[in-house]
């Protein structure tokens, strides 16, 4: 039987969260046994405070939405996170880089942001916004990916907009192109229970960011 619960990351990353969101979130997340909740960095240590007593992980963004922030701030953030308690981070790629084919500017980053998480034992996220990216650029950022070795790729950042179809077409060129060791963690678009069970037995994904509650009060065996 498969347990959702290990696969979610409950989330909330809209800019205007308040603090009682934040605590409602981790009272869900606790309740529920999610694996892990995805906070704003302005409310990590809000988080841990609230999950002190708990077994959910602490997720947070860096250069999110949009990325391309400076490559120095980026780290910057990370450190800082790291200091503040995170267990996982989800990094946002440079998609100017991406877009201008300045690839070793693009692996360059990756490679620092996931060097600084294995020394520190933190869970590195790429995300790469596959719904503003060509089948080529995704081969070419999966090709960089399976150099460097981070611990997930991250399909959208939620922010830009997508389809559970395009999703799951996504969700399959990823899987297909990146290394078996590189899991995938599918965010945007997932809405219901049936559709994160799908991407979970189907589509090979090992993680799920979402808002809602995709857990069911029952179980059924597999």
């Known amino acids: 039987m498969i347990a959702i619960e290990d696969y979610i990351d409950y989330t909330i990353l809209r800019p205007d969260t308040s603090a009682d969101e934040i605590t409602g979130l981790c009272a869900v997340a606790v309740q529920e046994g999610f694996f892990a909740v995805c906070v704003p960095p302005f409310y990590v240590k809000t988080a841990i405070a609230l999950l002190k007593h708990s077994t959910v992980a602490i997720c947070s963004v860096v250069g999110f939405p949009l990325g391309y922030s400076d490559p120095a701030l980026k780290i910057q953030e990370a450190r800082t996170l790291i200091k503040d308690g995170a267990d996982e981070l989800d990094m946002v790629i440079n998609l100017t880089n991406l877009r201008n084919q300045k690839w070793d500017a ?13 020394q520190m034992g933190i869970v590195s996220k790429i995300i790469i916004e596959v719904t503003l990216l060509s089948e080529a ?12 070795s981070p611990d997930f790729v991250k ?4 922010f830009t907009g997508i389809s559970i179809v395009t999703q799951k077409e996504k969700v399959r060129l990823l899987r297909e192109v990146l290394h078996e060791k ?9 809405r219901t229970h049936e559709e994160a069970m799908d991407f979970i037995k189907n589509y090979g994904v090992s993680r799920i960011g979402t808002s809602g509650n995709l857990k069911k009060s029952v179980e059924k065996p597999e």
């Open 106 to 118: 693009v692996a360059s980053e990756i490679r620092t942001f996931c060097f600084l998480c294995r």
């Open 137 to 148: 650029e995704i081969q070419k950022i999966c090709a960089i990916c399976n150099e460097i």
């Open 155 to 158: 399909t959208s950042t939620g």
């Open 182 to 190: 590189i899991s995938i963690k599918v965010s945007g678009g997932v």
